[in-house]
């Protein structure tokens, strides 16, 4: 009987901690409140050893009520969080700061670091749209683009990326998102052939009729 309690204790203990980790990465996304998060976690603290629970300890132990306490949040579960979260969260960081900076190196910074995430062999339709940008970016040096239509276009991109995330409400929706990109093409398709402005195209981006 004693072998059963201590094995039903650890079973209790992960499933405990599975919970704790899925809202953590919803107070990453946004997907719920850090009231609410807090509120759980002091729940949990009440039947959790602290000094066993490292994970727990640390969660515990971030100020909530800091402006930057993503930050440490993100640092903690870095080893827990798929790559699709760690690319969404950092999408929906760089995006709020660039949609709102009007100076133009403080974007291009930002920019890049959105860029950086970007890796041909993911199958992520939203980071094309930022792929596109850079390569427009290229062409501002050749005089093929105008640096401020591109800059206008980027910010454009990222308030519809933000107001996109914002809008949904479940991890499931957001990583929707982040694969198959805009449901709806709303965003200016520019085809980096002599400047040639394409049409609308519902569904499909400019890229996969270069496949």
Same mark, same amino acid.
């Given at each position: 009987?004693?072998?059963? +309690?201590?094995?039903?204790?650890? %079973?209790?203990?992960? #499933? @405990?901690? !599975? /919970? $704790?980790?899925?809202?953590?990465?919803?107070? &990453?996304?946004?997907?719920?409140?850090?009231?609410?998060?807090?509120?759980?976690?002091?729940?949990?603290?009440?039947?959790?050893?602290?000094?066993?629970?490292?994970?727990?300890?640390?969660?515990?132990?971030?100020?909530?009520?800091?402006?930057?306490? +993503?930050?440490?949040?993100?640092? %903690?579960?870095?080893? #827990? @969080?798929? !790559? /699709? $979260?760690?690319?969404?969260?950092?999408?929906? &960081?760089?995006?709020?700061?660039?949609?709102?900076?009007?100076?133009?190196?403080?974007?291009?910074?930002?920019?890049?670091?959105?860029?950086?995430?970007?890796?041909?062999?993911?199958?992520?339709?939203?980071?094309?749209?930022?792929?596109?940008?850079?390569?427009?970016?290229?062409?501002?040096?050749?005089?093929? #683009?105008?640096?401020? /239509? $591109?800059?206008?276009?980027?910010?454009?991109?990222?308030?519809?990326?933000?107001?996109?995330?914002?809008?949904?409400?479940?991890?499931?929706?957001?990583?929707?998102?982040?694969?198959?990109?805009?449901?709806?093409?709303?965003?200016?398709?520019?085809?980096?052939?002599?400047?040639?402005?394409?049409?609308?195209?519902?569904?499909?981006?400019?890229?996969?009729?270069?496949?």
């Amino acid at each position: 009987m004693r072998h059963g +309690k201590i094995g039903e204790d650890k %079973i209790k203990g992960i #499933e @405990i901690m !599975e /919970e $704790v980790k899925e809202k953590a990465i919803e107070l &990453l996304l946004d997907i719920i409140s850090k009231e609410d998060f807090e509120m759980m976690l002091y729940e949990k603290v009440k039947s959790e050893d602290l000094i066993k629970n490292s994970l727990l300890f640390e969660l515990v132990n971030i100020n909530y009520r800091l402006e930057g306490f +993503k930050k440490p949040l993100l640092e %903690i579960l870095r080893k #827990e @969080i798929s !790559e /699709e $979260v760690f690319i969404i969260y950092n999408i929906k &960081l760089y995006s709020e700061k660039i949609k709102d900076e009007n100076n133009t190196k403080t974007i291009l910074h930002y920019f890049s670091k959105i860029y950086n995430l970007f890796d041909f062999d993911q199958e992520y339709s939203l980071m094309w749209d930022f792929y596109n940008i850079n390569e427009e970016l290229d062409l501002v040096e050749f005089g093929y #683009e105008n640096e401020s /239509e $591109v800059i206008m276009n980027l910010k454009k991109i990222c308030s519809l990326v933000c107001k996109e995330f914002d809008r949904l409400s479940t991890l499931s929706g957001k990583v929707t998102f982040l694969i198959n990109g805009f449901e709806k093409e709303d965003i200016e398709i520019l085809s980096i052939k002599n400047k040639f402005m394409t049409k609308t195209i519902p569904h499909k981006k400019w890229y996969e009729f270069w496949k």
